[in-house]
């Protein structure tokens, strides 16, 4: 049998080291090009495919892949466990909420490509060779290029429409007791974002009302620009000077403890390995004011044993609302890339909204 062309919503070579910058790949390739794709990747589909979608795209996988017919058998295996997966609707909806990939490429596991720590000198001057450092303030570039899919032989993984979208989904209303609260600080934390984040970084996409992968707790919300992306919870204190200790917040006799958010960054640093991921805790005040409460710092104040907020963990970061609109601007403007649009990470996060 002749090897036709099988063109797939596949991660651009500096999506993913060491893999591929092609849009157009032949059979033989596809086990090596497929290793770190998703189930809807390996049968060329969008995330939003109907069951009958799936069992058409399996059907023409499954033909090109089949041992009988030429093809490679780990690459017919993937087929498989795509189509079992996807198929049933149990397990679509389990695998969506993992954000996972159908397996992770051999050599990857803890290289970022976006090493650097966020903020450092390093990683402001990180950049591919032989190319044009870009700003976060370019206009958006799209990878892949939604233009490969013009030919109607493949489809991108999510409309062009929806990936142009900054911002997607709304704060939730989740149980009974203190949602009105719950609510408004999230609100609060779209409307900053969209603000003084969306307007400086065209890139830059929120979701919101993510499921967390470590759990059953819910994600606020995420910002994904270029190779970054920042996880993101939220409290409403009364204005005033809070002492942070490295795991409470204290102010007077009252102290409070923030969300517990290391354990879902360290969870999606691991399921985005291409990723820089780091979390920031925004604490709004009552009054609206953007540079309340205070926070000061006790520099040599531990972060408990498994809290993740200590100086040296590097994973959260506790803020108010001006410093978290300054610290994203820093963070996600200074990441290699900052106007793309990962598309397949993006299509990724949006299967994952509760």
Not at 114 to 121: E, F, Q, T
Not at 223 to 238: D, E, F, H, N, T
Request: glycine share 10%; aromatic share 6%.
């Amino acid at each position: 049998m002749s090897s036709q062309p099988v063109k797939l919503g596949l991660p651009g070579a500096h999506e993913r080291p060491g893999i591929p910058n092609a849009s157009t790949i032949d059979e033989k390739d596809l086990c090596l090009t497929q290793g770190s794709s998703s189930h809807y990747q390996v049968l060329g589909i969008p995330v939003t495919a109907t069951e009958k979608d799936i069992k058409v795209a399996y059907r023409k996988a499954a033909r090109l892949a089949h041992p009988d017919h030429g093809g490679d058998p780990a690459a017919f295996r993937r087929v498989t466990l795509a189509y079992e997966t996807l198929i049933d609707a149990k397990r679509r909806a389990d695998y969506d909420r993992s954000y996972a990939s159908a397996y992770s490429t051999p050599g990857d596991e803890g290289a970022h490509f976006d090493a650097p720590a966020a903020g450092s000198r390093a990683s402001a001057n990180v950049r591919r060779p032989n190319t044009p450092r870009n700003t976060a303030a370019d206009p958006p570039v799209y990878v892949p290029p939604f233009e490969q899919f013009g030919d109607g032989t493949a489809v991108p993984l999510i409309p062009a429409g929806v990936a142009r979208q900054q911002v997607h989904g709304l704060p939730r209303k989740r149980g009974i007791f203190g949602a009105e609260a719950r609510i408004q600080r999230e609100m609060r934390t779209v409307q900053l974002i969209s603000r003084q984040i969306l307007t400086t970084i065209p890139a830059a996409r929120l979701v919101n009302g993510l499921q967390s992968p470590a759990d059953n707790s819910h994600i606020d919300h995420a910002v994904l620009a270029g190779y970054r992306l920042a996880i993101i919870g939220s409290m409403l204190l009364p204005p005033g000077a809070y002492a942070w200790n490295g795991s409470t917040l204290t102010h007077g006799n009252r102290s409070v403890a923030p969300p517990q958010l290391a354990h879902v960054v360290r969870r999606m640093q691991d399921i985005f390995p291409e990723l820089n991921v780091t979390g920031w805790i925004v604490v709004h005040s009552t009054d609206g004011n953007l540079h309340q409460p205070v926070i000061d710092r006790h520099r040599r104040a531990p972060g408990g044993q498994g809290s993740g907020y200590g100086e040296n963990s590097g994973l959260v970061e506790i803020v108010n609302a001006a410093g978290l609109a300054r610290g994203l601007k820093l963070f996600l403007g200074s990441g290699p890339a900052p106007n793309t649009v990962n598309v397949p990470v993006l299509a990724r996060l949006l299967r994952g909204m509760h």
